[in-house]
């Protein structure tokens, strides 16, 4: 069996289907951040509706099993469940799952469902695919009840499993998924199932550097550095990048198309995918899972809703408010993309990466220094999966100006057969709260924040917002949001390009 998930929804919503006091804020389940609330004293709550989990099941696949995590707290005498369900093309299934226990006073997770269980309902993979997949949850009274997220995880059979792949080649992970000591791995069709565990990896010289993320994903360590060579992905993406001396080996829907080779070294090539394997499209690139804080401080923590799939491309954004010039500090495993400041404010705005990255999870602690009187922190945490190599950047730009109007600085586009653009943009407001809205040339805003950190006139008013766009065109690409506050504005931006 494969598995994929935990994954985060892009939308939260109030449903009435059930009960009678609606939820306050239902988008932000989709942060893991701020709360959706609901005050609950005689009657029940709506649904919370979480949906739109950008699953990417294959076709043909067998869906075995739904696994629903719902992170809550409750204040007040004892908030409970009312109904715990699942959605499938837009309606609340009739399945309940719901526990009689009380929710704890601070937050916690509570799953429900298992790799066995279909919640009464029979299953496609375009089902699971679908944005108008999820979940739903209702509270009984009496508190109030506080949801911050909501993740999905679901287990299937891939098509045609019997003859899944193996890994062979002269020192490749082969269908007893040992490790030899030369510098070869090759995916390909068998009709032996391979048998890919952290027990079965024989000591060598390239050893797996930590135990795979799932059965469906292996991880070694390649000794061979540098790159003689990068061909056969599809449409002609990645020549002469660089590789990550760490190999991902994943099995069943690689992302790098047909029959495609790595070679790292002289002689240590790496074959992914078979005839029947998906080609490099803007589809197989997606958010896996988000997080955002905020704090009236010069430190906070960002913590992952779930741990990250080794291989992924980890990106983290923040933005320094502050009376002096900042300077970031965060955990060593994160580079610097770029970094914009606005001199006039001395807001300061930064994106980091990790390429191809190991398994993170729990919090990432940042701040910045020297603190000041007036400090405000805020950022977003971001994982993406199906990017050629674990995500390549590619070209980054800055931009800061005073005016009504925050860009994001522009970037020269490429050829590549997909790539994924994000956006970070903030603003610091002398007189008033105010928002970012509008972003244009098909960027799409994934997540904002918006806090005051000394309210009054003068006073100091924060906001950041985080953009996206996934696309195969060449040209130059930028993006710009509007700032609604009429005020004074200090403004800067940043852009990269990944593929």
Known sequence: MATQGPFGPGTGADDSGTGSVAWSNPGNVTTNSSAATCTLSSS???????????????????????????????TGAGVKDNAIRIIKGGVVGSTDESSGSTWPSSYAVANYGSVSDLWGLAWTPADINASNFGAA???????????????ITVTYTPAGAASSSSVTSSSSVTSSSSVMSSS??????????????PSSVAPSSTTPSQAPSSSSQYQAS????????????????CPGVALPT???????????????SVTVGSSSSVTVGSSSSSS????????VQKAS???????????????????????????????????FSVPAAWTLIAAEQNAFSHTTTALYYIPSSPIRSGTESVSFSPSSVSDGIDGYLMEYTGLPLGGT??????????????????????????????????????????????????????????????????????VSSWLERIDTASGNYSTAETITNTNSHFWCGVIAEFW
């Open 44 to 74: 029940n709550s709506h649904y919370l509706d979480a949906t739109n989990f950008g699953f990417t099941i294959p076709s043909g696949a067998t869906i075995n099993g739904i696994q629903v995590a719902w992170t809550r707290q409750q």
């Open 137 to 151: 949850l209702s509270a009984k009274p009496t508190g109030m009840a506080q949801v911050k997220y909501c993740t």
């Open 184 to 197: 070869s791995a090759k995916a390909s069709s068998s009709s032996t199932p391979a048998s890919v565990t």
């Open 222 to 237: 390649i000794p061979s550095k540098t790159p003689s060579s990068v061909s056969g992905f599809a449409n002609g993406c």
């Open 246 to 260: 760490t190999l991902y080996v994943t099995f069943g829907n690689p992302s790098c198309g047909s029959s495609s």
């Open 280 to 287: 490099s499209t803007t589809t197989g690139i997606r958010l």
């Open 293 to 327: 804080n905020s704090a009236v401080s010069n430190a906070m923590t960002l913590t992952w809703p779930a741990p990250t799939v080794g291989g992924n491309l980890l990106l983290m954004a923040l933005t320094a408010h502050s009376v002096t010039t900042p300077t």
């Open 393 to 462: 950047l590619k070209n980054s730009a800055v931009a800061n100006g005073i005016n009504a109007t925050a860009l994001s600085g522009t970037i020269p586009g490429t050829l590549a057969a997909s790539k994924l653009l994000i956006a970070v943009l903030a603003d610091t407001s002398l007189a008033g709260s105010e928002t970012l809205s509008g972003p244009t040339n098909s960027f799409l805003e994934k997540d904002q924040i918006s806090y005051t950190i000394t309210a009054g006139a003068p006073g100091y008013y924060a």
